[in-house]
Nanobody, 119 residues
Framework: QVQLVESGGGLVQPGGSLSLSCAASGSFSSINSMGWYRQAPGKQGDLVASITTGGSINYADFVKGRFTISRDNAKNTISLQMNNLQPEDTAVYYC?????????????WGQGTQVTVSS
């Protein structure tokens, strides 16, 4: 199984920046992709950004040009640099990973980290 530990998040004013990090550990053969989802109160969860081992990146339209995802394959970590944050970015951000273990693909979720954008 894979455990995902997130760090970062917090409170920031509109227009500010925050960085999130996620580290994967545990028993697996490989991690195929990692990414970030977010969920605001009363709303469904949305994909924010994802990145594959090969470096293919997918961003949600609402973060394009503001957020940047990066990955360190050797350390099994990803980071999300969030710039020009707006109140609508307020949500719990969850790290997600798709991994292979014993010839089977599974996924794992982090515990979530709160991002609050407010003046």
């Amino acid at each position: 199984q894979v455990q995902l530990v997130e760090s970062g998040g917090g409170l920031v004013q509109p227009g500010g920046s925050l960085s999130l990090s996620c580290a994967a550990s545990g028993s697996f053969s490989s991690i195929n992709s990692m990414g970030w989802y977010r969920q605001a109160p009363g709303k469904q969860g949305d994909l924010v950004a994802s990145i594959t081992t090969g470096g293919s990146i997918n961003y949600a339209d609402f973060v394009k040009g503001r957020f940047t995802i990066s990955r360190d394959n050797a350390k099994n970590t990803i980071s999300l640099q969030m710039n020009n944050l707006q109140p609508e970015d307020t949500a719990v951000y969850y790290c997600h990973a798709v991994y292979r273990r014993r010839w089977r693909d599974s996924d794992a979720w982090g515990q979530g980290t709160q991002v609050t954008v407010s003046s």
